[in-house]
């Protein structure tokens, strides 16, 4: 990732205010690009963070895999009676 510095490394020039010293000075044009090219970069590396983000997420989730023996016991969501409440 670029520094912010680095988008305009090649734009800057120094002027000189009345009685003062020399002051580095971006063009209105020259700065509206940088920060186009930034936000462009932005979204790219946005992208790439999501993808590895998913890609991370997806290794470390939990197989999903039951075995098809009938070891695991299947127990009712609700206990008994409570579809009578539910209906009343």
């Known amino acids: 990732m670029k520094n912010p510095d680095e988008y305009l490394e090649n734009h800057v020039f120094e002027a000189r205010r009345p009685r003062k010293e020399l ?4 063009a209105y044009d020259d700065a509206v690009r940088a920060i186009e090219q930034a936000l462009a970069d932005a979204e790219k590396y946005k992208y790439l963070l999501m993808r590895a983000l998913r ?3 997806d290794d470390t989730r939990p197989s999903q895999y039951v075995p098809a023996s009938g070891s695991t016991p299947v127990l009712p969501l609700y206990p008994e009676g409570a579809e009578q409440e539910q209906a009343a």
């Open 23 to 26: 002051q580095p000075v971006v």
């Open 55 to 57: 890609r991370h997420a």
